[in-house]
């Protein structure tokens, strides 16, 4: 179990990207040949705090977002999911707003192509980094999309250090996008120094491959990839499997496995977000890791199942709902 500090104003605050994501309305088509796209706010950590927020819980967001149109449409959205935004920074240098494209060829076969080039999210400073907001907070997320690029990396840092100062927990949801980083010695090395200081780890098993891309575990032991964190910070490692699952592991010893829901998929991308949202919801309702893991899952299972990421993350209602129904079709 993890220990979630008591009075705090705020129950979850994330840190790191805020972009557009162009998600293409001619499904089972190549990019060539899309036309027409539809316009949602993404990013990773965004994604996690919106689902969060769905979910009933009072969240904030730290980041940077462009003095365009893109950037208070983010903004907007935010507000309109009731996240706290007096932390979210407007870029004064002419940046841009990150876009990804989505290509969505069938249930399977998704890729995203990103425009990722003087993004205003990659701005952020430590300086604009408030500590009052995260101080108030029980926990903090992290995303290593924002750790690619200074000044952002060491905003997360400098958010780190304010969460671990006023014992917030912090999760890492690892967001590797090779594209943002110019070498595997840079990835690996700032990946690790972020992990080291981080309550929970959740990860697909490429992703923590990266990670351990100059250390000894040729069999890509989930098991051995997991304990290393164990002697740092780290309470709980999830490794994720795609369909096939995921598996939890607890500094205490135990392992906890969730198999995947059923459900009909329009597209891959977004299972991740809305799974990290459902599983750390449930941990900070108290529950068991292998209950908070198969609400992530059920999560998960929304929102592949619907067109956007954003829009399609679940509240508490729909969730239940929907593992009522597939209990009750089992």
């Known amino acids: 179990m993890i220990a979630f500090p008591s009075g705090k104003t705020t129950d979850f605050v994330a840190v790191g990207r805020l972009c557009i994501d162009l998600n293409a309305n001619e499904i089972n088509?190549?990019?060539e040949d899309t036309v027409t796209f539809t316009k949602y706010?993404?990013?990773?950590?965004?994604?996690?705090?919106?689902?969060?927020?769905?979910?009933?819980?009072?969240?904030?967001?730290v980041g940077k977002v462009a003095d365009d149109q893109m950037g208070r449409f983010i903004v907007?959205?935010?507000?309109?999911?009731?996240?706290?935004?007096?932390?979210?920074?407007?870029?004064?240098?002419?940046?841009?707003?990150?876009l990804a494209f989505t290509e969505i060829k069938?249930?399977?076969?998704?890729?995203?192509?990103m425009y990722r080039d003087n993004v205003a999210d990659l701005l952020l400073e430590a300086n604009e980094v408030s500590e009052e907001?995260?101080?108030?907070?029980?926990?903090?997320?992290?995303?290593?999309?924002?750790?690619?690029?200074?000044?952002?990396?060491e905003a997360v840092f400098q958010s780190?250090?304010?969460?671990?100062?006023?014992?917030a927990v912090i999760a890492f949801d690892l967001d590797y996008r090779p594209y943002t980083w110019k070498s595997d010695e840079e990835t690996a090395a700032y990946y690790n120094l972020a992990a080291e200081k981080c309550d929970i780890i959740i990860g697909t098993r490429e992703e923590f491959d990266m990670m351990e891309r100059f250390e000894s575990n040729p069999e890509r032991s989930d098991r051995i990839t997991a304990s290393k964190w164990f002697n740092y910070s780290a309470q709980i490692v999830i490794i994720?499997?795609?369909?096939?699952?995921?598996?939890?592991?607890a500094k205490d010893g135990s392992s906890h496995r969730a198999d995947s829901f059923k459900a009909q998929v329009v597209k891959t991308f977004g299972a991740g977000d809305s799974y990290a949202a459902g599983f750390l919801y449930g941990l900070m309702q108290g529950w068991p890791i292998s209950d908070s893991m198969r609400y992530g899952s059920a999560a998960a299972a929304i929102v592949v199942s619907s067109h956007s990421c954003s829009d399609a993350m679940p509240t508490a209602q729909q969730v239940n709902d929907f593992i009522a129904r597939s209990t009750a079709e089992v």
């Open 29 to 31: 088509r190549p990019m």
């Open 41 to 61: 706010v993404g990013g990773s950590p965004a994604n996690i705090c919106i689902g969060m927020a769905r979910l009933g819980l009072s969240t904030g967001f």
């Open 76 to 98: 907007r959205y935010l507000e309109q999911n009731r996240i706290n935004t007096s932390n979210v920074v407007t870029d004064r240098t002419g940046a841009v707003t990150g």
């Open 106 to 113: 069938s249930p399977t076969d998704c890729s995203i192509l």
């Open 133 to 153: 907001l995260i101080a108030g907070a029980k926990m903090l997320l992290i995303s290593g999309t924002a750790l690619a690029q200074s000044p952002s990396r």
């Open 160 to 167: 780190i250090e304010y969460a671990r100062r006023h014992g």
């Open 240 to 249: 994720k499997h795609g369909k096939e699952g995921s598996i939890a592991y």
